[in-house]
């Protein structure tokens, strides 16, 4: 637990005028789990853009008052949003807007630039303003200055692609078209679908063409851009290819939702894979497997067919609450774990306990759900996690971006056993790791140990922009 999420981008384009935003407002719902810090819809009629953005959760910000308000439209695009790259602020709330002399675009994106530093001092040495301090606003320039001379929406999104490096999903539209991109290493996903009506739907995950009737039509290749109108798709495929697939393999385990299928693999089955193999490789005598909510019960459930261990529900989830890591601090973080989860006394009490969690990163959040249980009479926790140990950070997308905060950095397995209270703790391997996704071409591993794909930045903390803007600020005040 606390692992910080990124962002999940949906879009529809419709042949008729219709209720766009409602079937976006539905399709943000669906992947709220994504992010939970803001959201926003813009629709698209006739060329003429409407939008709302705002903090909060999909709930908060769209009211049955606020989405009427939203006229009827053929297109329409929304985000929810975990910044990996700036402040949690209004003015970073996506879709990015822009109007330019060739017409507007509206674009939500999912990831995280390794370059944005570079390409943002570059525009804005050309005579760029920036209004947020968000990496997205970086794509929208660069997609703007190469719409300048392009023939087509998607050509300037070809050629920006060339300028970009690192993690991006893109789902953006023009005034008569909806395009989706994802980066040749296909870090995060993107997918799309096809409503009854015809109507075509992108999405960072499969669940969410669920949520609005869409069927489910393929997943966007990896430097693929899809171009979507009324009358059909168009594929360009001029970035495929060029890089070896590295699909983020934390959506597998903790990120996407259970229910969604990724490059063809299922969610779930990935989950239960992982328990299995934690079973296999971590025996123990016990009474009762159980999960932490929501994402170690898929491999809890693996965990107890592969072990023979009875599967029980041992913590009762308040589902009205967002994830312990929405508070801002480490305090208020540890008490949303006792708001959020209570064991069930009655199913742990006296019991020798197998707790299957998806990870382990400072230590401090899983203690305390260690300690719920300690106190609810459980005699022995042996605490299994379904992914490596964290040792370094990551660049694509993942709020992990200080290795010195990380617990296996300077603990051994055993020194954290006794720092969280279990009596026998084991990790997956990332040689096991790879086998819970059997099938897929290729998978990001660094935050694992294993090797960056691309080139890191000279500095990939969430606020680098804001600091930079500060440090310009001080230098100017030390001159006057």
Request: aromatic letters at 8%.
């Amino acid at each position: 637990m606390g692992i910080h999420e990124e962002c999940g981008v949906f879009g529809v384009l419709s042949a008729k005028k219709e209720n766009v935003a409602e079937l976006v407002y539905y399709g943000l719902y669906a992947l709220q789990h994504r992010g939970q810090e803001s959201c926003g819809i813009v629709v698209n009629d006739d060329g003429v853009f409407s939008s709302y953005k705002d903090l909060g959760l999909v709930s908060e910000v769209f009211s049955k008052d606020t989405l009427a308000h939203f006229p009827e439209g053929t297109m329409a695009v929304g985000h929810v949003r975990y910044g990996t790259t700036g402040g949690n602020t209004r003015s970073n709330c996506q879709p990015i807007e822009v109007s330019h002399q060739k017409g507007k675009m509206a674009l939500a994106h999912n990831g995280n630039l390794t370059n944005a530093l570079t390409l943002r001092d570059r525009l804005e040495l050309s005579g760029a303003i920036f209004h947020t301090t968000s990496d997205t606003e970086t794509i929208a320039y660069m997609i703007t200055r190469e719409r300048l001379g392009a023939s087509s929406i998607e050509e300037a999104v070809s050629r920006a692609m060339e300028s970009l490096e690192g993690a991006y999903s893109l789902v953006l539209m023009s005034s008569a078209k909806m395009v989706a991109a994802r980066d040749p290493y296909g870090f995060r996903p993107l997918c799309y679908g096809r409503m009854p009506d015809g109507a075509y739907v992108a999405a960072s995950e499969s669940c969410a063409l669920s949520a609005v009737g869409a069927e489910y039509v393929r997943d966007v290749l990896p430097g693929e851009i899809v171009v979507f109108r009324p009358d059909g798709v168009e594929s360009r495929r001029e970035h495929c290819g060029t890089q070896r697939q590295k699909t983020c393999i934390f959506e597998y385990i903790y990120f996407a939702r259970p229910d969604s299928v990724i490059d063809g693999i299922s969610v779930h089955e990935s989950r239960r894979r992982a328990g299995e193999l934690l079973a296999e490789r971590y025996p123990v005598d016990a009474d009762l497997v159980t999960g932490v909510p929501d994402s170690g019960l898929d491999a809890a459930l693996g965990f107890s067919e592969r072990s023979g261990i009875p599967y029980g529900i041992g913590f009762t989830k308040n589902k009205y609450i967002g994830r312990t890591f929405i508070s801002p601090t480490q305090e208020l973080r540890e008490v949303g774990v006792n708001i959020k989860l209570n064991p069930i006394r009655a199913l742990v009490e006296g019991k020798r306990i197998v707790l299957i969690d998806d990870s382990i990163v400072r230590g401090t959040t899983c203690r305390g759900v260690i300690d719920l249980l300690r106190r609810a009479g459980a005699r022995e926790i042996h605490m299994r996690v379904s992914a490596p140990p964290f040792v370094a950070p990551c660049y694509y997308g993942t709020d992990i971006d200080d290795a010195e905060h990380l617990i296996a950095n300077h603990h051994t397995v055993e020194e954290i056993a006794e720092i969280i209270g279990v009596d026998s703790l084991g990790y997956l391997s990332v040689e096991h790791l790879l086998q819970i996704v059997d099938g897929c071409e290729g998978f990001c591993t660094a935050c694992f140990g294993g090797a960056y794909p691309t080139a890191i930045p000279r500095r990939g903390d969430k606020d680098r922009f804001e600091r930079k803007i500060r440090q310009r600020i001080q230098a100017k005040e030390g001159n006057l």
